[in-house]
């Protein structure tokens, strides 16, 4: 289950975040629905649920997949309090759907924080073209 030599003392004294993203919202630039073809905006809610973050805590996502572009992949929230929660909502993520996506086609994206020492991933799925709509 891993490699190297495991530092016990290290795991249970340092002071570390866990972030991890929830909530997620993909509009177009009108705030719609994104559809293919669209410029979409990407939104995510942030919670810490350990340590606080510093300032330079930075959230980038990439993918794999040929069915988006990721055209802003990075963003500097700042520093995440532990408990607190933010949401991007001045800075979204932002992405280009391919216009031939196939209907409910799944997308794996890869979450990256970085924050001086602490470095984590989450891997994240969604359908940029679902065969139904979400009424809010």
Do not use: C, H, M
């Not at 249970?12 to 630039?29: D, F, G, H």
């Amino acid at each position: 289950l891993g490699k190297g030599r495991l530092d016990v003392f290290e795991a249970v004294t340092k002071a570390s975040p866990s972030i991890r993203a929830l909530n997620y919202k993909l509009v177009n630039e009108l705030g719609n629905s994104a559809e293919p073809g669209d410029n979409a905006l990407l939104y995510f809610d942030f919670i810490n649920y350990l340590s606080s973050s510093s300032s330079g805590l930075t959230i980038s996502i990439s993918t794999t997949s040929t069915d988006i572009t990721i055209t802003k992949g990075s963003i500097a929230p700042g520093a995440i309090a532990s408990g607190a929660t933010v949401r991007n909502t001045i800075t979204p993520f932002e992405l280009s759907i391919n216009s031939s996506v196939g209907e409910n086609t799944p997308v794996i994206l890869t979450i990256t924080y970085s924050d001086g020492s602490y470095q984590d991933t989450q891997s994240f799925s969604f359908v940029p073209n679902p065969s139904y709509r979400d009424i809010d």
